[in-house]
Structure formats: structure tokens, C-alpha cells
């Protein structure tokens, strides 16, 4: 058996340079912590709500900041019990959830988290990666209140996106006496437990509500309340235009992107790296709604010019709501020069993975196409797209998917792209496909192209690299 020569060790100066390089650009992408939370201290009267109890003609008020457990269990009584998303329907299920919730049209909350400051608070984090002299600043949406008693919990769950610019949640626990109740959050095969009741009273600053946010994509799960109330106002975050926003402020200064600025600026500088040109890939760390791809009807499709029917716009929206690390890759690439685009990865391989190629599409294949079984759809992957080196990252990967490895024979002629990846790609947001196949009986199969954000390289001396 030999290896493969991509994966042969180069003794040279240059290449281990490239790779300390590369090294450090993947170190200062870094997953950072996908939440934000604290204390934030208010006025008093932003602790006040008013609201509606059925069959009662004026409004009742609630100081949160000083009620009384009477109140609370008022409070609580004029709640509905909450639901939560499943499929689409809202169900109701208190095994899954137990808690009251309170509609917008139900109460009025005198929290402004704007001129509270509490936007600006959460904004240096929740925007953290996106370009500093961006024109993109966060707008948040009351959407209702809970009343979490005794006993009240919420398992594990994401948030239901409302709309394509959402980006993630914050919530305001108000300092009411309570224990339990503790937010945990999970990404990335990460965890983390932000307890508000403990934070609230260990700080005896008053008054002062907790409040956490976080990104979309992360499951959080509030745990069981053992005494008291919490009560919370939750907002959808949106990532919104500085220019068209209404009422918006404008995110706190630059944050320095500097180290990974750094590592990629010598690496165009280097003339052994990717002396040709290429790409530099980088897997996305957060999750992101795809686009529906509606598939034109064969006869249209004839008459589409290839400009037509080019798909790469279709992921723009994706690469315009890029989060945390995500943005940070195409603000750190914009500053060198380089533009980032956000492709389908899709690999031409059998189930061994050895076999096969990375290719790089613009858009979900057309399937539709594919009328001869499996080798059919390999040829029609590799046609819509670009085939990419393995490079030496991604063979080991592969390798380790599969357990095992075999002498590498291409299957076809190819010339393919030279890549390294950056980061590992992932899963989090793919494009699924279906095509007929045909084995002793014809069914449906099914291909993915998993998401990810590509710099192209220019080769040694040309471009920014002249
Ligand atoms: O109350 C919290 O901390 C989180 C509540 C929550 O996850 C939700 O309402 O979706
Ligand atoms: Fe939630």
C-alpha cells in the first residue's frame, strides 16, 4: 500500500510555515461561546407591567422589582399555559414544557431595552465577527412573557426562526425571588448553564434584571423552578440594516479580527502557498435556513440560457446572515481582499468515501436528470461543479469516517482545485436532493450538499497577490 502523494510529509521550511499558518488561522476561529448573559441594571420603573386579566375591565399592575408572592400567583393566573412548536402547530404538552405565557396583546412592559442600554449590551457579542465598519446592527422584538411557578420547566429545544433575518433570542428574567430556572445551552457538542436566580442574588445591585441571549441555532433548556416565580420577557433578535432600521443603535466600536487577519496575510504572501491559486474552505459552525429550490420544468429549462440558469445567487441570502465565527471568516477575508462565497459541497464518492471527489457547486443538482442509477448522479455532480483537491485535512477525514483506507484510484481524469480547509466541514446546513434510482427495482435515493464558505485564492503574483 502507498499513500497517496498529497498526504506525504514535505520537509521543506515553506510548507511547515504554511502550516503553522494555517494553524492560526483556525485557532482564532475558535468556536467562541454562542450566548451572552449578565446583570443589567434599570431604572426602577422599568420593572413595572400592566396587564389584562379576563373578565376584569382595567388593567392590573405589577412592580417586579417588589412583588409580592400574591402578586405573582396574579400574575401567574392571568397567564395561558404555554405551548411550543412542533412541526409547524403549536402543542401543548406539559411534559415538554410547563410554564404561562402572556401574549403581546395581553400586557404592556415598561422595559425599553434599547434606551435601557441592554441592546448595546448584548450587540458586541451577538455581532461579534460581523465586519466593524458593517452597516448591520441587531433590532429586538418583544414577543411575549412566561411565568415560570413551581415546578415549571421547558426541555431542550431551538427556537422556531420567525422570519429569514433572525438570529437569535434574548431573554430578561426579571429579580423576582425564585430558585432553579437555570438556562442551559448547547452547541457544538458544548454546554453551558447561565442560573439568573443565582446570579440575581449574588449581586446585590438593585434594581437590575439577568438577561441572556443567544444565537438561533443553539438548544437551550430551562430547568425546573423549585421556588418562587420567574418571570421573563423573551425578544426575537434581528440581524437588520443600519440604514433601513427604525430606532435601532448602532453597534459599539471595532473588534479586532486581527489574528486571524494576520496568519491569512502572510499565507497570500507566501509564494509556495497555493502557488497556482485555490480555495480556502472553511466549515460553517452555525446553522442557517436554506432557500426552497423549486426545480423548473424540464421544457423551460431547455430555453434558459446558462446565465439564467446559473444558481449562485441562490445562497446569497445565507452568506448575508452569517453569525459569530461564520461572519468573522467573511470580514477577516473582505479586509485582505478576498471575496467569500457560501457553495455546496458535494462528494461523487460510494460509500467507502475513498473513492470519488469533492466537488463544488453554486446551487443544488439537478436530479431530475439522473434517470440511470447511482453512476449517473457521480457524473451529473461532477458536471455542475468544480472538482477540488482533498488536500491532506480532508483525506484524513474521510479516512477516519470510513475506519479504513485503500490505495486512492481516481475514477475519472480530473484537474482538480487545490483547497485547504480551514475548518472541517459540517453537516449543520445542507441541501437535500432526490433522484430515482434503479436497482433490481427503481426507488428513491437521496444526495446532500452540505454548505460552506469558500475564498478563492489567486495564484502567486496576480491579484491581491501581485
Ligand atoms: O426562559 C428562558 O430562559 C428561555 C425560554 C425559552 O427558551 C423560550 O421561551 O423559548
Ligand atoms: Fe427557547
Not at 484510484?409 to 480551514?422: A, G, I, L, S, T
Request: hydrophobic share 35%; proline share 6%.
Amino acid at each position: 500500500m502507498s499513500q497517496p502523494s498529497e498526504i506525504i510529509p514535505n520537509s521543506s521550511v515553506e510548507v511547515k510555515t504554511i502550516a503553522a499558518d494555517l494553524n492560526s488561522l483556525r485557532e482564532s476561529l475558535e468556536e467562541q461561546v454562542p450566548y451572552t448573559g449578565g446583570i443589567h441594571v434599570v431604572k426602577p420603573e422599568d420593572l413595572v407591567i400592566y396587564y389584562d386579566v379576563d373578565g376584569e375591565m382595567y388593567p392590573r399592575r405589577i412592580d417586579l422589582g417588589n412583588a409580592t408572592e400574591e402578586d405573582l400567583l396574579g400574575l401567574a393566573a392571568a397567564c395561558d399555559q404555554a405551548t411550543f412548536g412542533v412541526n409547524q402547530k403549536d402543542v401543548l404538552d406539559e411534559s415538554y414544557r410547563k410554564a404561562g405565557k402572556m401574549e403581546l396583546s395581553k400586557f404592556a412592559a415598561r422595559l425599553d431595552v434599547v434606551a435601557s442600554g441592554l441592546v448595546d449590551a448584548i450587540s458586541a457579542d451577538i455581532l461579534e465577527g460581523q465586519d466593524a465598519d458593517g452597516d448591520k446592527i441587531l433590532r429586538a422584538e418583544l414577543y411575549k412573557l412566561n411565568v415560570y411557578g413551581p415546578d415549571s420547566f421547558f426541555k431542550a429545544h431551538k427556537d422556531t426562526p420567525r422570519g429569514e433575518t433572525m438570529i437569535g433570542s434574548l431573554v430578561i428574567i426579571f429579580p423576582t425571588s425564585h430558585t432553579g430556572g437555570a438556562l442551559t445551552l448547547e452547541h457544538g457538542g458544548k454546554t453551558w448553564t447561565f442560573d439568573s436566580a443565582a446570579e440575581l442574588s449574588a449581586r446585590a445591585v438593585s434594581p437590575a434584571l439577568s438577561y441572556v441571549a443567544f444565537y438561533s441555532d443553539v438548544t437551550h433548556a430551562v430547568e425546573r423552578v423549585q421556588t418562587g416565580h420567574r418571570v421573563t420577557l423573551t425578544y426575537n433578535l434581528f440581524l437588520v440594516d443600519k440604514y433601513t432600521a427604525r430606532g435601532g443603535v448602532i453597534r459599539p466600536g471595532p473588534s479586532p479580527e486581527s489574528a486571524a487577519e494576520s496568519a491569512l496575510r502572510k499565507l497570500l504572501a507566501n509564494p509556495a502557498f497555493l502557488p497556482g491559486g485555490g480555495f480556502l474552505a472553511y466549515g460553517l459552525s452555525h446553522q442557517y435556513p436554506m432557500p426552497q429550490y423549486p426545480i423548473p420544468p424540464p421544457k423551460q429549462r431547455k430555453i434558459l440560457t446558462d446565465a439564467q440558469q446559473k444558481p449562485a445567487s441562490q445562497l446569497g441570502p445565507v452568506l448575508r446572515l452569517l453569525k459569530g465565527s461564520d461572519a468573522r471568516v467573511r470580514t477577516v477575508s473582505a479586509r485582505v481582499g478576498l471575496a467569500t462565497q457560501v457553495k455546496l459541497l458535494y462528494h461523487s464518492g460510494t460509500n467507502s468515501h475513498e473513492d470519488g471527489h469533492d466537488v463544488l457547486a453554486d446551487g443544488p443538482i439537478h436530479t431530475e436528470d439522473v434517470h440511470a442509477g447511482f453512476m449517473d448522479l457521480l457524473d451529473e455532480i461532477e458536471k455542475m461543479g468544480v472538482v477540488i483537491e482533498r488536500g491532506e485535512e480532508r483525506t484524513l477525514e474521510l479516512r477516519e469516517q470510513a475506519g479504513w483506507w485503500h490505495d486512492e484510484v481516481p475514477r475519472r481524469v480530473h484537474d482538480p482545485v487545490p483547497v485547504h480547509w480551514v475548518t472541517k466541514i459540517t453537516e449543520h446546513t445542507r441541501v437535500h436532493s432526490t433522484y430515482i434510482a434503479y436497482g433490481n427495482d427503481a426507488s428513491i435515493g437521496h444526495v446532500y450538499g452540505n454548505a460552506a464558505l469558500f475564498a478563492q485564492v489567486p495564484a502567486f503574483g496576480q491579484g491581491i497577490r501581485g
